[in-house]
């Protein structure tokens, strides 16, 4: 991700040389004035009002109270690192214009008389950098999330209205708002790296590696007893995603797709702590089928991958898929211990009792309160809802790590 963002970076930052570099040898001048002209000569009507609300949501005041209220809301929210980046890109925005435009000082168109007057100086447009860095920062919180498409348009369309705005009132070139647009994503892909979004997930496991180690026979000092949770996997049908069995093909292509209730909340919470797989007998759909199918929700940020039988060749409860979704969550090649692994599904047969044989821990996803098997082993946890397995699987988790040390025979 990070990589990504400094590809982005430097991109926004060449088209902002690019720009500085064209109205400083006045290569833009002619294009800028035939388009402020274009514009004056069909102005008028809802335009107007557009533009001058566009101009009032973009002064200082407006803006920076609505960035402090949603930083407010993000900290609720417990996003305080998303709250801090949020509000320190609108506040380097601001401060950066501000010196760009004492350094370039470029005139400005005049205006609108009687309506609007520009500032003293142009280069780069002030509203339209702000609004793009507001923008593009909200854009890059929501994306791990189901908002990111809603976001993405509205935040957009807002940056987007803000520049042509700016034209359209003669109180910017259009050279002032290109600037603007490509500096106001600098500056918010710039902060993002060095303000990243929390990563819960690292957290998580040093808190595990931090607990005091236990001593083997023979004093020698070893790792915690017991095997804290590294890896959930997830069923998908009725686990995570409803299917009620009326549908047939990839659930990608289904006209109708839904998460169970409390999918997105529990999700949220068990990745920073867990890498989470999905795992699923799905002879229709490949992994690509799945995670299309779960962008559709808003969760296909939110998993690490898939495990599918179309995939693999096996169903559950075989234990040759169970193997393939072991070694899919391993490391180099090696598949990943049994014992650190969690299968969380609705199905008695594949997903308790079939992980339990390959060796897995098992979560029982057990809404209707069926009765487990005559004589079967009681599952690891049994939960009604989703969104009581992060509480589940971290009582999992510190019972591993608290459990007293196994005796020599």
Known sequence: MRHRLAIALLVMLGAFALCATLVGTHATVGLDHRLIAWVGDNRGGLLDTLGLGFARSGVWGVLGAVTLALGSLLVLARRRRDAAYLVATVAVSAGLNLLLKVTFQRTPPGGIPGMIHPSRYAFPSGHTMSATAFAAALILIAWPTRWRWPVLVGAGLFAAGMGLSRVYLAVHWPSDVAAGWAMGAAVALGMRLILPAEDHRAAGRASVRSQPRTRRAGGAEGAPAGNPVDVVFLDWGNTLMVDAGVHSGPMAAWPEVREVDGAQD??????????????????????????????????????????????????????????????????????????????????????????????????????????????????????????????????????ALVAPPRRAG
């Open 266 to 399: 529990a999700l949220r919470r068990l990745r920073p702590l867990y890498r989470l797989i999905v795992a699923t007998n799905g002879d229709d759909s490949g992994e690509r089928d799945v995670l299309a199918a779960l962008s559709r929700v808003g969760l296909d940020g939110l998993v690490d991958g898939v495990v599918s039988s179309r995939d693999v060749g096996a169903h559950k409860p075989d234990g040759l898929f169970y193997r393939a979704a072991l070694l899919r969550a391993g490391r180099a090649g090696l598949p990943l211990s049994p014992a650190r692994a969690v299968m969380v599904g609705d199905s008695w047969a594949n997903d308790v009792a079939g992980a339990q044989a390959a060796g897995l821990r098992a979560v029982w996803l057990n809404p209707s309160k069926a009765r487990r098997p005559r004589g079967a082993a009681a599952p690891d946890a049994e939960i009604r809802r989703l969104a009581d397995l992060p509480q589940a699987l971290d009582k999992l988790s510190s019972a």
